[in-house]
């Protein structure tokens, strides 16, 4: 079901019943936005002009189920993930929706969350979650010679998205009792819209926060190149030689990692079995006679499979994804936090202000 007005809400909120039953009164008011029996997905009216799509239930003691979901409930509350409301400029005689939307409560695995947000958000606006959470949204594109008067009409869109980066929480709650003692940032995105413009169409409102960009090391990997270049060569002769798919063959390369890793040498990073730490890995790339050379080469390619590769497209697609783990493996990356802006919506970035 799609709500992708601030009368849809409220049009929605006068036709759904409230939910009376030994576990909710009237005075309770948990409407159901859908399915009655996901009583958890709810409408909940502030006043007339707020409305807040809650992905929790009320309840007068969240802790009875233990403190860990009981600071999730808690900050849920708190925090809901789709908030609708009917702001005034600064006039106070024109209006303007607003849509508030929250992300996940916890650093990963929030899929109730998630699922809401998929359901629930407006018609072309998305939310995406993966290495990075982002709300992708339709931009506003107007013809040129047509001016956006006081009614904000717009004369025309565009099949144009934008991505709105939203942090997740980096605060990992323990599960032993142990209560969260450092509260996150209140990570939000906000979108505007005029009453009168096309289904679809938001203008983000903000906040910009920092976005992680991956940077490669360019010093690092320039003294690294040469024997990186000299090892992909070396692997693409032995690996359709090599029976890296065979698990017997895997026990043994594995087996083999571990030995020399508990041969005395300590390397960072090292408890993972088979794994091959960047000091390890590094050590290898740049000894031709390395007894590991053969593992390093069996652990990239357990990864890309390098049998088939017989077109150009094909070997271009392969020495990509060599390249992206050689920088993982032999740590040649870093995360660096960008404070992005709005180039997309330059044009009309104030129109709202």
């Known amino acids: 079901m799609k709500l992708n007005t601030f009368n849809d809400v409220a049009k929605r909120y006068s ?6 039953s030994k576990h909710h009164t009237l005075e309770d008011d948990v409407r159901p936005i859908a399915d009655r029996r996901r009583k958890h997905q709810r409408i909940e009216r502030v006043h007339s002009n707020k409305y807040i799509l809650r992905d ?8 009875r189920y233990g403190p860990w979901y009981g600071n999730y409930l808690n900050l849920a509350t708190e925090r809901p993930p789709i908030t609708w409301e009917i702001l005034h400029d600064k006039k106070g005689n024109l209006t303007y929706e607003q849509i508030t939307v929250r992300g996940g409560i916890t650093h990963s695995h929030d899929t109730s969350r998630y699922n809401f947000l998929r359901e629930y958000l407006p018609r072309h606006m998305y939310f995406h979650s993966g290495s990075k959470h982002f709300i992708r949204h339709k931009v506003i594109d107007i013809e040129k010679g047509v001016i956006v008067g006081e009614e904000g009409i717009v004369r025309s869109t565009t099949n144009k998205y934008v991505d709105r980066y939203i942090p997740r929480p980096e605060y990992r709650w323990q599960s032993s009792g142990i209560p969260v003692t450092e509260p996150e940032p209140d990570y939000l ?10 289904i679809g169409v938001w203008d983000f409102s903000g906040p910009f926060w920092p976005e992680p960009r991956v940077r490669i090391d360019k010093r690092k990997k320039k003294s690294l190149k040469p024997h990186i270049d000299k090892f992909y060569e070396w692997m693409c002769i032995v690996g359709p030689l090599m029976p890296y798919d065979d698990w017997d063959y895997r026990e043994r390369m594995v087996t ?4 020399h890793k508990q041969s005395g040498v300590s390397y960072l990073g090292a408890l993972q079995d088979g794994m091959l730490p960047a000091t390890l890995a590094t050590e290898i790339v740049m000894d031709y006679n390395h007894p590991l050379r053969t593992h390093l080469a069996w652990h990239f ?7 088939g590769v017989d077109t150009q497209e094909a070997k271009r697609k392969f020495r990509n994804d060599f390249n992206r783990r ?9 995360t660096d936090m960008i404070q992005m802006t709005d180039h997309a919506n330059k044009k009309y970035a104030g129109e709202l202000k």
């Not at 036709?15 to 009376?20: A, G, Q, W």
């Open 56 to 63: 929790t239930l009320p309840m007068e003691n969240p802790n």
């Open 256 to 259: 083999e990692i571990n030995e």
């Open 15 to 20: 036709e759904i019943k409230p939910l009376v």
């Open 189 to 198: 995105l906000t979108f505007r819209r005029k009453d009168k413009w096309p």
């Open 301 to 307: 390619l357990t990864q890309t499979d390098i049998r």
């Open 326 to 334: 050689a920088n993982d493996l032999f740590d040649l990356q870093y």
